[in-house]
């Protein structure tokens, strides 16, 4: 990792300067600090702990690490730890890692040192080997809502079981043919919870002596654009479950979309179940186990705080709880 020197040098300022423009320091001209900034995050400086003053005192402010701000989970939760903390009088600094930083780069790890944060909370993010190493210069409380994260306590639901429950609803109904539209997506690392409700769809589905056939597994990314791709595709073939089970009601949405396309009725001619309780899901009559990602913001928020302030932290959170609301989208085959 750089020094402040290497820095200097490089740019050919003071170690002061450099010093100052990294610490926010007034008096330093704008372009100056861009450039030191720049320079900070190309050759990998990060400050130390003493030096970003993060050990000398509270500065009232978390850092919210989030994949994105335009899916409805990470704005839930969002919404949970920044109307929590407004309560507490602590600011939020947001880093989105789907806006372009330092040409591609996340660089979220030394920016968030730099602007001093007494914790970290990142939100259903996936990290890189690298990335996960970086967190061993935070000596701050942090906590991950959402999929598990390793060397993070996280908050979240149990994956597992509430695939599970979704797929043993339609296998209650009576129905053998079933369906996957999944959360891996080609292009981004997969999500813990992908792989987990993946495995549980599958337990659960060849257990009640379900058909499950290769072809009726797809890929949505938790995305409506991919669901209704792949939704699309499949029902072009004659072989066809008579059931999906959705990971998220974004791709329930989305394959509801598709199937109306394709000229099928839902439930009809194929049940949808999915799992999150979105907003809209009502609206769209889906069946789904609904969870509360505001109320997990809401405790990552308090939590945080509470570590903050000097409280003794726990070592783990007990798991979210998820209900099942049936609804007009499934129904026993016909």
């Not at 899916?71 to 730890?81: K, M, P």
């Amino acid at each position: 990792m750089a020094t402040i020197a290497q820095i200097a040098a490089e740019l050919g300022l003071s170690k002061s300067t450099v010093s100052r423009a990294l610490r926010g320091v007034p008096g330093i001209a704008a372009d100056t600090v861009a450039q030191v900034t720049a320079a900070a995050d190309r050759l990998g400086y990060v400050p130390s702990i003493a030096a970003a003053g993060l050990s000398t005192g509270r500065n009232h402010t978390v850092g919210v690490v989030v994949p994105s701000l335009n899916r409805w989970f990470y704005n839930s939760v969002l919404t949970g730890i920044t109307r929590t903390l407004a309560d507490t009088a602590y600011d939020v600094i947001l880093y989105d890692l789907d806006r372009p930083h330092g040409g591609g780069t996340r660089t979220f790890s030394r920016a968030l040192l730099r602007q001093r944060v007494d914790a970290v909370i990142t939100v259903a993010t996936v990290f890189s080997a690298d990335e996960l190493a970086e967190f061993a210069h935070f000596d701050v409380p942090m906590i991950a809502v959402g999929p598990p994260t390793a060397g993070l306590r996280t908050i979240g639901i149990d994956d597992i079981a509430i695939m599970s429950a979704a797929t043993a609803h339609v296998v209650e109904l009576g129905h053998r043919r079933l369906g996957l539209l999944g959360g891996f997506d080609a292009e981004t690392p997969p999500h813990r919870n992908a792989i987990d409700r993946e495995q549980a769809f599958m337990r659960t589905a060849l257990a009640a002596g379900a058909t499950v056939d290769p072809s009726w597994m797809l890929a949505g990314g938790y995305r409506v654009d991919s669901a209704i791709r792949a939704v699309s595709e499949l029902f072009r073939s004659p072989s066809r479950p008579t059931a999906l089970v959705c990971a998220s009601d974004d791709m329930a949405f989305g394959a509801m979309y598709a199937l109306q396309l394709a000229g099928l009725r839902v439930p009809e001619d194929v049940s949808v179940v999915s799992i999150d309780g979105h907003e809209y899901s009502e609206a769209y009559d889906l069946t789904t186990c609904r969870q509360d990602p505001e109320a997990q913001g809401v405790l990552a928020a308090r939590a945080i705080i509470a570590e903050v302030e000097g409280a003794e932290p726990p070592s783990s959170f007990p798991t979210a709880g998820f209900e099942l609301i049936v609804r007009g989208s499934t129904a026993p085959p016909s």
